[in-house]
C-alpha cells in the first residue's frame, strides 16, 4: 500500500498510523520534486513483536546514594533487551520520586532501540535546588507490550537515594578581635548560618571550659554576656551545630583576649582631706593603671594641671576622674579649706578705762568661732577656745594696785595669729576707792548653819542723787555662783553703812569658799567694782557613816578574815578607811570596786574569841569608829540548833558561834555589848552551849 504526503516548510513529511504485520516490515520512502526529479529511495526494517514484557530489563546506578540540595543527582540507566529480536523506539522514562508521599519531583521520558541480546545505556542527572532535604526514589520504567497486547508502563527498576545536609554552619567569632583588652564585664558576639538547613545551637567556650550557651540577637547573629572575669588572659572559641549534627568551630584555635577588670589606682598627696592650712598647698596626683588612661582632674569644677600650687582663700575641692582604656573608672575627691587671715578679736568686758576694787575680775572676748583665744601678759599662760557664739571668757583675770592693761590674741586653727586687743583697767587702792568695804562675818561656819554678817560700806565721792547697787556674792573655787544678794542703798559722802546679810548654807559644799562684795553706781550700764572678797569655810564636822557587811556579829570565821564595810559621807571624800582585831594593828581596806563599799583580809591566826573594830576618817578629820564586834575564831563549823528528840520545847537561841571550846569564855569586855545586842545572859549561855556539847559527846 503506499501513502502520499506533501512536505512541510521544514521539508518534512508525516504519515501516520502506518499499519505493520507481526514480524518483519519492510518501509520504503521515495521523494519527487515539483519538475519530477526523484530522490533516492530510503528503506528500513521494523520488526513488530505482540509481546515485549520481560524481554526488556533495565537497571539504574546512581553515581551517589546522598547529595545535598543543589548538587543533581546523576548517574547511568541501562536498558536491556533479553530477545532475539530487535526493538526500537521503546518509550521509556526515569523519575526523581518522594519516598514519603510518593510524588514525582523530575522525569525524563527518551525512545530507546535495542539490539538482541545488547543493552542501551543512558547517562541522567536531576538538578535538585529547591528541592527539601530527606529521602528519594530513582524509578526507571519502559512502556513494554504485555500478553494481551496492551501497553503498559512496567518498572524495570528503582534505586533510593537521599538528599540531605551534608556541610557545617558557616561560623565566625566577630567580637572580641585577637590580643583585645576588655573589662570584667563584655559581650562576644558571632555570626552563624547554615547553607542547607538551618543552626540548632551556638556556644561559647571560655578557657577550655564548659559550654556556654550564646542567645541571638539579630538573624544570623549570636551573643554571650560574660561577668566578673578575673584580669589577666583568657581564651575564647565559639562552636556551632546544625540539626543534621554537622559541627563548626571558629576560629580553629582559640582566640587570645586580656581582661582588665580593676580601675586605675588614683594617688593624692601634698594635701590631706580636710586639711586646714595657712600657706598655699600644691596637690600632685599621681595615676596607674595597666593600660592607657584618660583623666579629668578639676579643681572646683575648673581643669586643674598636677603640681600647681593652690593659693586661693576658702574651702577647696579637688577631683580626679580617670578611665582606663577598657572603661574601668577610678574616682578621688578631697576638700580641703586655705585660711590666711588672721582672725579680729575685741573685749567686751570690761569696759575700757575702768576702775575697780577687786583684785580679780572677769574677762569676756569676742571673736570666731571655736579658735584659741590667749591672754598675753600673764605669769602663767592661759587660753580658751571661743564658743559657739565666738565668745571666750577668763572666769578670773589678776589685777595690779593701779594701771593694768589687759591683753588678749586670737589663733584661728589654720594657724593664723590676729592682733591683740586690749582694755585699760584702774585697780583702786583702798584709800583712792571711792566706795570702801569692811565684811565683818566669822571665819568659818558649821555646814548647815547660818552664815551673818555685816557689809559696812563707806563712800569716798558723793553719789550726786545716783543710786549705789550693792551685791554680795558666794562663789565656789572656780568662781560660780553659789548664793547672791543685792541691794540698792543710798551712800552719802564719808558716811559708813551697816549692811547685814545672812545665807542659809544646807545646800553649800563644804570647804574653803569666798565672800565678794561688789558695787556700782548709776543704771545697769555702769560696770561692777568688786569692792572686797573674804574666805569663808563650810565646815565639815559629821564623821562617815559604816555599815557592816561581814562578818556577821558572833560568826564563825577562817584565817585570814575577810571583812567587807559600807562607808558614806555627804559632804567630804573618805580618808581611810582601817580593821583591826582585838587592841592589834589597824590594817587599812582597799576600795572593792563597787562604790561606797571597802574590803580586806586581816591575819587571824589565834583561836577564840576575836574583836573586830572598825574605823573610818574623812578628808578633813572627822572619824567614827565601829566596834569591837565578836567573831568566833575557830577551824570547827558550830552545831546549831541541834536536837536528838527529846529536849522539852524551848525558846532556839541565835547561833553565837561560842559553843566551841575555843569560845565558850567571852571577854569580860564584849559581855555587856553582846548582852545588850542579844537580850541574853552570856556566862548562862555559854554554860548551856557546853552542857550541850557533852550530851551530844555522850550519846
Known amino acids: 500500500m503506499n501513502w502520499t504526503a506533501v512536505a512541510g516548510a521544514s521539508g518534512v513529511a508525516e504519515f501516520n498510523d502506518v499499519p505493520l504485520a507481526e514480524g518483519v516490515n519492510l518501509l520504503r520512502a521515495n521523494a519527487v520534486d515539483a519538475v519530477g526529479n526523484a530522490a533516492i529511495q530510503q528503506t528500513r526494517n521494523v520488526i513488530r513483536s505482540s509481546v515485549t514484557v520481560g524481554i526488556v530489563g533495565g537497571s539504574i546506578t546512581a553515581a551517589s546514594a546522598i547529595g545535598e540540595p543543589g548538587n543533581p543527582i546523576a548517574g547511568n540507566s541501562v536498558l536491556n533487551n533479553s530477545g532475539s529480536i530487535a526493538l526500537t523506539d521503546i518509550a521509556a522514562r526515569l523519575s526523581l520520586l518522594s519516598a514519603t508521599s510518593g510524588q514525582t519531583l523530575s522525569q525524563q521520558q527518551w525512545l530507546a532501540s535495542i539490539a538482541p541480546g545488547q543493552g542501551n545505556p543512558r547517562l ?12 528519594y526514589l530513582l524509578l526507571l520504567e519502559a512502556h513494554l507490550r504485555g500478553a494481551g497486547g496492551v501497553l503498559v508502563w512496567t518498572v524495570l527498576d528503582q534505586e533510593p537515594v537521599v538528599i540531605a545536609d551534608l556541610t557545617p554552619p558557616d561560623l565566625a567569632l566577630i567580637t572580641p578581635l585577637e590580643r583585645a583588652l576588655l573589662p570584667a564585664n563584655f559581650t562576644v558576639r558571632a555570626t552563624a548560618s547554615d547553607r542547607i538547613d538551618q543552626v540548632e545551637r551556638v556556644d561559647l567556650i571560655l578557657d577550655n571550659g564548659s559550654a556556654i550557651v550564646m542567645t541571638p540577637d539579630a538573624p544570623g547573629s549570636y551573643i554571650a554576656s560574660l561577668s566578673a572575669i578575673s584580669d589577666g588572659p583568657h581564651t575564647l572559641q565559639v562552636r556551632a551545630s546544625d540539626r543534621a549534627g554537622n559541627l563548626a568551630q571558629s576560629p580553629v584555635l582559640p582566640r587570645v583576649i586580656e581582661v582588665d577588670g580593676s580601675p586605675p589606682q588614683i594617688q593624692i598627696t601634698g594635701v590631706v582631706d580636710n586639711q586646714l592650712s595657712a600657706l598655699p598647698l600644691t596637690p600632685v596626683i599621681t595615676i596607674t593603671d595597666a593600660s592607657t588612661v584618660s583623666n579629668v582632674i578639676l579643681l572646683d569644677g575648673a581643669p586643674y594641671v598636677s603640681g600647681t600650687p593652690v593659693s586661693l582663700e576658702g574651702i577647696r575641692n579637688l577631683s580626679v576622674r580617670s578611665t582606663d582604656a577598657v572603661g574601668n573608672v577610678a574616682q578621688a575627691q578631697i576638700r580641703f579649706t586655705l585660711d590666711f587671715t588672721a582672725p579680729l578679736i575685741s573685749i567686751l568686758s570690761p569696759a575700757s578705762a575702768v576702775g575697780v576694787g577687786d583684785a580679780h575680775i572677769p574677762l569676756l572676748a569676742q571673736t570666731e568661732v571655736g579658735i584659741d583665744v590667749d591672754l598675753l601678759d600673764q605669769g602663767n599662760a592661759a587660753t580658751q577656745v571661743s564658743n559657739a557664739a565666738g565668745q571666750a571668757r577668763f572666769a578670773a583675770v589678776p589685777l595690779r594696785p593701779g594701771e593694768n592693761i589687759l591683753r588678749v590674741r586670737a589663733r584661728d586653727r589654720a594657724g593664723n595669729v590676729g592682733l591683740a586687743a586690749s582694755v585699760q583697767v584702774f585697780r583702786f587702792a583702798v584709800s583712792q576707792a571711792p566706795v570702801t568695804a569692811l565684811v565683818l562675818m566669822p571665819t568659818s561656819v558649821v555646814h548647815g548653819q547660818t552664815l551673818v554678817g555685816t557689809a559696812q560700806l563707806t563712800s569716798s565721792v558723793a553719789a550726786n542723787g545716783l543710786p549705789d547697787h550693792i551685791r554680795i556674792e558666794v562663789l565656789r573655787s572656780d568662781l560660780s555662783v553659789i548664793a547672791t544678794i543685792s541691794q540698792t542703798v543710798a551712800l552719802n559722802l564719808q558716811q559708813t553703812l551697816d549692811l547685814p546679810f545672812s545665807f542659809a548654807t544646807g545646800d553649800w559644799p563644804a570647804g574653803m569658799q569666798t565672800l565678794r562684795v561688789s558695787w556700782r553706781r548709776g543704771n545697769a550700764t555702769v560696770p561692777w567694782s568688786v569692792l572686797r572678797t573674804v574666805p569663808i569655810e563650810i565646815r565639815d564636822v559629821v564623821a562617815p557613816d559604816i555599815v557592816l557587811l561581814a562578818p556577821t556579829v558572833g560568826a564563825t570565821v577562817p584565817n585570814p578574815v575577810t571583812v567587807s564595810v559600807r562607808v558614806n559621807d555627804a559632804l567630804s571624800s573618805i580618808g581611810e578607811v582601817a580593821a583591826r582585831l582585838d587592841d592589834g594593828a589597824w590594817f587599812v581596806l582597799q576600795p572593792s570596786g563597787v562604790s561606797t563599799q571597802w574590803q580586806a583580809q586581816l591575819p587571824a591566826p589565834e583561836l577564840g574569841v576575836r574583836l573586830l573594830s572598825l574605823r573610818a576618817r574623812d578628808s578633813v578629820g572627822n572619824q567614827r569608829v565601829l566596834g569591837p564586834i565578836p567573831l568566833c575564831r575557830s577551824n570547827v563549823p558550830s552545831w546549831t540548833n541541834f536536837a536528838n528528840g527529846f529536849e522539852a520545847q524551848r525558846t532556839v537561841l541565835p547561833p553565837m558561834g561560842f559553843e566551841k571550846a575555843e569560845c565558850g569564855a567571852l571577854p569580860a ?31
Not at 124 to 135: K, V, Y
Open 124 to 135: 541522567f542527572e536531576f538538578a535538585t535546588s529547591g528541592a527539601p532535604l530527606g529521602n
Open 669 to 699: 569586855a564584849a559581855k555587856p555589848w553582846v548582852e545588850w545586842l542579844l537580850g541574853i545572859d552570856v556566862d548562862k549561855s555559854a554554860q548551856r552551849a557546853r552542857q550541850q556539847e557533852t550530851h551530844h559527846a555522850a550519846h
